[in-house]
């Protein structure tokens, strides 16, 4: 997979406030030509987890990049922390990002925000905002505005309230959960059955492996999100 650098962020909605202001139901939105990856800017934040959804579709739609651009997977945030936690990463935690300016502000003097210690890192994974991801406990809609849930090849269903059983009843190795569990006034279960990763620029004991549950709606501040690409061969 390839994994979004930073936090995604908008040309002209990142500063708005109005909840769900992307106004995204379908894999057309015109509102996906304004998505940007990009360093020094306000991430996108104040969408429930469809309009996120379907956003990132409708850029892969308009752009028709080779490959699979879709909403970060929970299980897909778990590949990333893990890889940075070894030896092939920064083998430590990334500082936090203490705003909601992607990279910190200043990327090239913020490397130890980034999931290698150097440029060539994924940043914004601890702090600026929490992100959601795709994983979902059976199947719920929760606050967001889906219909219904999309192909099951986009999100984690986890069929337990209980993490360490969350996996048709046994753990998610490698989805960053009960194994290495760090989860901020846990409380998974179907009234928050979606996943916000990663800790705010206000958590400054978040981490990378930081969890908190969340109904999935688009009336906070907190949350935001990250695209990934899965290429073609």
Request: net charge negative; charged share 15%; aromatic share 10%.
């Amino acid at each position: 997979i390839w994994v979004g650098k930073f936090e995604t962020s908008h040309t002209t909605l990142s500063a708005s406030r109005d909840a769900n202001n992307l106004g995204c139901s379908n894999n057309n939105c015109a509102n996906a030509d304004g998505l940007r990856i990009l360093p020094n800017v306000e991430s996108l934040r104040w969408n429930d987890v469809s309009n996120f959804f379907y956003v990132t579709q409708s850029m892969d739609n308009r752009l028709k990049i080779p490959g699979d651009l879709h909403m970060m997977k929970n299980s897909e945030w778990g590949a990333t922390a893990y890889l940075s936690q070894s030896k092939y990463g920064k083998n430590s935690q990334p500082k936090i990002n203490s705003n909601y300016i992607t990279g910190g502000g200043d990327y090239v003097l913020n490397v130890a925000q980034s999931t290698t210690g150097n440029i060539t890192g994924i940043y914004d994974m601890v702090g600026n905002s929490w992100e959601y991801v795709m994983g979902v406990l059976n199947k719920s809609l929760g606050k967001t505005l889906f219909s219904s849930l999309p192909d099951e090849k986009y999100y984690n269903n986890y069929t337990s309230e209980t993490e360490s059983e969350a996996c048709n009843g046994g753990v998610c190795y490698g989805h960053g959960l009960s194994e290495v569990l760090s989860c901020n006034n846990c409380s998974f279960n179907l009234n928050n059955p979606y996943f916000c990763r990663g800790a705010s620029s206000v958590d400054p004991a978040g981490s990378i492996f930081s969890i908190v549950p969340n109904n999935g709606g688009g009336s906070g501040e907190f949350s935001g999100f990250r695209i990934v690409l899965t290429p073609t061969t």
